[in-house]
């Protein structure tokens, strides 16, 4: 079956415009994460979706982020007013039940640049 | 807090030979997971092997096993036989409290014909 899909692959963008970054689960998975790889860094979990909801969002490393999920399938990361700071590449990663065994499958990618 | 230590940026073994990577934790947690991932240059993140913290037998995926040492919260990665394939940036990471995995920040390890 198809994995985790993100869209997209990459993109350049200019400081101070908005971003959005999809990702498509696997089919029939309830759990949904979403993870910041910077450059020389490990990954840092952002924000994570039990079906539409999200718990807590203490991870989103500033207001100018934010996340949501429809329908219990797709997830968008936005990105207001981008930074720098904000280049990295965001993996998400799903997961066929919440805090069972972290059975968790990534998708690809999206690495962000911020000229 | 619940933290993963990779002391190793880089490693390099020689194709067919065997080679470590360290990794240490820290948590609170008496029932935990802990994993190794492997991330090739084409960025998709590969879970190469799971351990359970209750279960005492060490974990092995053909050439992949792991040396987990609870009381010492060490859990290294031994890859046998190491293969041109093999070589790629390889995480430890540590089960979260919220269902994310918490990571170390990685050995890129090389592989030498």
């Known amino acids: 079956g198809a994995g985790v899909s993100q869209s997209p692959s990459n993109k350049v963008t200019e400081k101070g415009k908005d971003v959005e970054l999809r990702c498509d689960p696997i089919s029939g998975h309830t759990a949904l994460y979403w993870y910041r790889q910077s450059l020389g860094q490990g990954l840092e979990f952002l924000i994570y979706?039990?079906?539409?909801?999200?718990?807590?969002k203490s991870g989103l490393p500033s207001d100018r982020f934010s996340a949501e999920r429809t329908g219990g399938s797709v997830s968008t990361l936005t990105i207001q007013r981008t930074q720098q700071e904000d280049s990295a590449v965001y993996l998400c990663?799903?997961?066929?039940?919440?805090?069972?065994?972290?059975?968790?499958?990534f998708g690809p990618g999206t690495r962000l640049t911020v000229t | 807090a619940q933290t993963v230590t990779q002391s190793q940026p880089e490693m390099s073994v020689q194709e067919a030979e065997t080679v470590t990577l360290s990794c240490t934790y820290d948590t609170s947690e008496s029932d935990y997971y802990l994993f190794w991932y492997k991330q090739p240059p084409s960025r998709q993140m590969i879970l190469v092997i799971r351990q359970e913290a209750y279960k005492q037998q060490n974990a092995t995926e053909n050439r992949f096993s792991v040396n987990f040492q609870k009381a010492a919260k060490s859990f290294s990665l031994k890859i046998s036989d190491s293969q041109l394939g093999d070589a790629a940036m390889y995480f430890c990471a540590l089960g979260g409290s919220q269902g994310n995995l918490i990571f170390g920040k990685g050995t890129k390890l090389s592989v030498k014909p």
């Open positions: 990663a799903s997961s066929p039940e919440y805090l069972r065994t972290y059975e968790q499958y």
């Open positions: 979706f039990q079906g539409n909801s999200a718990p807590d």
